[in-house]
Nanobody, 124 residues
Framework: QVQLVESGGRLVQAGGSLILSCGTS????????IAWFRQAPGKEHEFVAG????????AYSDSVEGRFTISRNNARNTVYLQMNSLKPEDTAGFYC?????????????????WGQGTQVTVSS
């Protein structure tokens, strides 16, 4: 089983930026598409951004397109989410997840492995 650990979440003012990291010691990490989901209180996991195993394909939700950038460094077994122009509605627990699907899926059910999350809070 792939073990994922997120870091970087904190309190930030609206308009600010954060970088989240998702790391693993799993040696087959490069075989997986990785995505970031977020979950606000009382809501389901929402797809935020995803990246294919080789980094050539990325996907973003409409709500973050142009503000967030996902990237990965397979040599370091790490995926990053650069978040700019943060809004209060971005406030949520952010989770990274791994999928064996050939393309980047957007449904949380297509991801087999999940981290424990890191909290991002954007104040107005």
């Amino acid at each position: 089983q792939v073990q994922l650990v997120e870091s970087g979440g904190r309190l930030v003012q609206a308009g600010g930026s954060l970088i989240l990291s998702c790391g693993t010691s799993e040696r087959t990490f490069r075989d997986y598409a990785i995505a970031w989901f977020r979950q606000a209180p009382g809501k389901e996991h929402e797809f935020v951004a995803g990246i294919s195993w080789d980094g050539t394909n990325t996907a973003y939700s409409d709500s973050v397109e142009g503000r967030f950038t996902i990237s990965r460094n397979n040599a370091r077994n790490t995926v990053y989410l650069q978040m700019n122009s943060l809004k209060p509605e971005d406030t949520a627990g952010f989770y990274c997840a791994a999928s064996t699907e050939p393309l980047v899926p957007v449904d949380s059910e297509d991801y087999e492995y999940w981290g424990q999350g890191t909290q991002v809070t954007v104040s107005s």
